[in-house]
């Protein structure tokens, strides 16, 4: 050892102070990287039993590969700030500024550990594009950190051992910087510092997607700077030639075929790239008002009659609503973000990898619930609990219809507020007055809300429901969502337009999702309850089915007929057999039918799982042929529609309509658009 460390010594003496000063910079990143993929591994949700001895050694060479490629990188930045003078910093101005990149770099090591061990904890991945939103919004993001987290006193620990680190390592780097370059020799190191980027990048980009069948163990071996900044880098309008694709005439039909009911009859031909159809729901709508609560984070983990596996009573509220309802018990979220659930419900538009449409420019003028309720003469608006800049949201909401959209500076009674919002009950209580307002305009009413309390930090206000000390502090915030629900259902109830009116409650995501699986999609599962008893007949529906099926659900509960582009279909009248499901995570795509998934990643062979309904986690096995044509298909034929505005209002504005031939059937598929319009 002794010869081996004097050896290392005299190769490092031949190395000039600045270049020694770059590399052990990098070196100290290289160790950070590394401790903290060996903390993450002992923290893993996944069992011991999921994980492989080799899948974990895999892991972790891998991920030796793409640290020494970021760290490679980092003390390249700092060989060539230091170089950017051959002679000597004699002024001490010169070498603060100098010392001060590298407290900074140094800080940026340890905060960024930090961050990924919360990230992981919140998310069960490394970081990526949810990160980077997340700092496109540092007033909810910081406010949350402050709320869930002690950063008073996190943060200053970091800066005190940035500091302490700094005032032991001062002399020796300001003594580098004092000492002169020659020329030649800081081309020649800067550029075996470029070539040892080029291998050590180059390495790391031959990596394999994938290096495990498991999800966690294929972050784990990832970095999390190269993460976020590929995440920051990535085109979303790119799908060809990364996804795996099929014949586009196999991809309509198959698209078609997914979409089509007994009660649709496509308007365009299968030789264009097209799902319009009209629904034939009869000639006589109930045109309600529509009430639709997007709850935040509320998976189905939580709901007490689906996976509630706690052994704690936490949704008595909706438990009770249920029985009095049209219940789904078997829906999967498009994926878990706020903005992949507002799609969902809101355009019924199926996820396509990468991104939300709701944060793509593109998705201006979609085909939405609201543009087609406005064609019936519905008034429709957005009451949000927290502030609508967030993610993209008021825009989004306008750009697809909604108008007024209120946000939590338009709420009046705001007694509680967390830095992601006003509480539920507020919320809700504006809503009514809100609804009451509305009336005057003899309108029927479209309103959707979008809850915030259920979330971290998980806070509320205790003034109807307490905090339970032997609970954690999640699964009271769940408890108290559901209460607030409950208790804004009962005083609807004493409201004129109450018995006019169909209240919906749908989660946009289920909590932390974790597993093995590329997408895990067992945790995916959230409730929907449409709830009017005047008007719909309580009945459970166990039909696996997905967020976008809500718009066609619900306008076929309540009778209207209309031309549709939507992805989704009527469970109602779907075989209980039938159904599917597209869920988002990242950039994969799981599209699963009862028994089968098929996860699309780009650049990768598809995957393939059996599967069935609640918490069962995903098994491995070879792809099922033609889900996983389906799963192309559909996801292929949405890209591409996408952006081709085939999914988008036209530009007049007004919703495409249909006439049927007088001696029309019900459940025809023949393709015409002979009465389109």
């Given at each position: ?56 050694f895999e892991a972790l060479a891998a991920g030796a590969v793409h640290d020494l490629a970021v760290a490679a990188i980092f003390a390249l930045v700092f060989a060539v700030l230091f170089n950017l003078r051959g002679q000597a910093w004699p002024s001490r101005w010169g070498r603060g500024v100098l010392i001060g990149f590298v407290a900074l770099g140094i800080f940026l090591l340890m905060f960024s550990a930090i961050a990924e061990v919360l990230f992981w904890d919140e998310f069960d991945s490394r970081l990526n594009g949810i990160a980077l939103y997340y700092l496109m919004f540092p007033r ?216 939300s449409t709701a944060r793509r420019d593109e998705s201006k003028d979609m085909y939405s619930l609201p543009f087609l309720l406005q064609s019936f003469g519905y008034q429709t608006s957005v009451l949000y609990g927290g502030h609508a800049i967030f993610d993209n949201m008021g825009t989004y909401w306008s750009s697809i219809g909604f108008n007024p959209v209120w946000d939590q500076s338009f709420i009046r009674h705001d007694s509680y507020t967390t830095a992601w919002g006003v509480s539920d009950e507020d919320l809700y209580t504006e809503a009514l007055a809100r609804m009451d307002d509305m ?239």
């Amino acid at each position: 050892m002794s010869r081996f460390v004097s050896g290392l010594r005299a190769r490092f003496a031949h190395i000039s102070p600045r270049a020694r000063l770059a590399l052990q910079l990098g070196l100290a990143a290289f160790a950070s990287f590394t401790v903290l993929r060996l903390f993450l591994l002992t923290v893993l949700a996944t069992k011991a039993s999921e994980r492989s001895s080799g899948d974990i050694f895999e892991a972790l060479a891998a991920g030796a590969v793409h640290d020494l490629a970021v760290a490679a990188i980092f003390a390249l930045v700092f060989a060539v700030l230091f170089n950017l003078r051959g002679q000597a910093w004699p002024s001490r101005w010169g070498r603060g500024v100098l010392i001060g990149f590298v407290a900074l770099g140094i800080f940026l090591l340890m905060f960024s550990a930090i961050a990924e061990v919360l990230f992981w904890d919140e998310f069960d991945s490394r970081l990526n594009g949810i990160a980077l939103y997340y700092l496109m919004f540092p007033r909810e993001v910081i406010g949350n950190l402050q709320q869930s987290f002690n950063i008073a006193l996190y943060l200053p620990m970091v800066i005190a051992a940035t500091l302490a680190v700094i005032w032991f390592i001062r002399r020796p780097v300001s003594a580098a910087l004092q000492t002169p370059m020659p020329k030649g020799t800081r081309l020649r190191e800067l550029g075996i510092g470029a070539v040892l980027v080029l291998a050590t990048y180059g390495a790391a980009s031959a990596l394999p997607f994938s290096v495990s069948a498991n999800r966690e163990i294929n972050q784990l071996s990832d970095n999390g700077w190269r993460t976020i900044i590929s995440a920051s880098m990535t085109n979303d309008q790119e799908y060809d030639g990364i996804y795996p694709t099929i014949d586009e005439h196999e991809a309509i039909i198959r698209t078609r075929a997914l979409v089509a009911q007994k009660n649709t009859t496509f308007l365009d031909p299968d030789t264009k790239r097209s799902i319009l159809r009209y629904v034939n729901n009869g000639t006589a709508p109930k045109k309600l008002n529509i009430v639709i609560v997007t709850n935040e984070s509320f998976g189905s983990k939580f709901v007490d009659v689906l996976d509630n596996k706690t052994g704690l009573t936490l949704t008595p509220a909706l438990d009770k609503l249920s029985k009095e309802s049209l219940s789904f018990t078997n829906i999967y979220a498009s994926g878990d973000r706020t903005v992949r659930g507002l799609e969902a419900t809101e355009t019924g538009f199926t996820p396509i990898p990468g991104i939300s449409t709701a944060r793509r420019d593109e998705s201006k003028d979609m085909y939405s619930l609201p543009f087609l309720l406005q064609s019936f003469g519905y008034q429709t608006s957005v009451l949000y609990g927290g502030h609508a800049i967030f993610d993209n949201m008021g825009t989004y909401w306008s750009s697809i219809g909604f108008n007024p959209v209120w946000d939590q500076s338009f709420i009046r009674h705001d007694s509680y507020t967390t830095a992601w919002g006003v509480s539920d009950e507020d919320l809700y209580t504006e809503a009514l007055a809100r609804m009451d307002d509305m009336q005057a305009s003899g309108k029927p009413i479209l309103l959707t809300m979008m809850t915030v309390s259920n979330h971290r930090p998980y806070r509320f206000p205790e003034n109807h429901v307490k905090q339970n000390p032997d609970w954690q502090q999640r699964y009271n915030s769940a408890h108290y969502a559901d209460w607030a629900y409950g208790d804004f259902i009962e005083r609807a109830k004493t409201h004129k337009w109450f018995d006019n009116t169909v209240f919906v409650f749908v989660a946009d995501h289920s909590e932390k999702i974790n597993g093995a699986a590329q997408v895990p999609l067992q945790d995916m599962r959230i409730p929907v309850v449409i709830y009017s008893p005047k008007n719909i007949a309580p009945r459970t529906i166990t039909t696996m089915g997905a967020q976008i099926d809500l718009i066609p659900t619900l306008l076929g509960e309540l009778g209207f007929s209309y031309v549709s582009p939507f992805f989704g279909k009527d469970l109602t009248i779907e075989p209980s057999n039938g159904g599917w499901s597209s869920t988002a995570h990242n950039f994969s795509v799981a599209f699963a039918k009862p028994g089968h998934v098929a996860v699309l990643l780009p650049n990768e062979p598809t995957l393939g799982y059996t599967f069935e309904a609640g918490l069962t986690p995903l098994t491995p096995e070879k792809p099922d042929t033609e889900t996983m044509r389906d799963a192309i298909a559909l996801t292929q034929i949405a890209h591409h529609m996408f952006y081709a505005r085939e999914v988008h209002m036209p530009a007049d504005g007004k919703w495409p309509t249909y006439t049927p031939p007088s001696d029309a059937i019900a459940g025809s598929s023949n393709a015409t658009d002979t009465h389109l319009r």
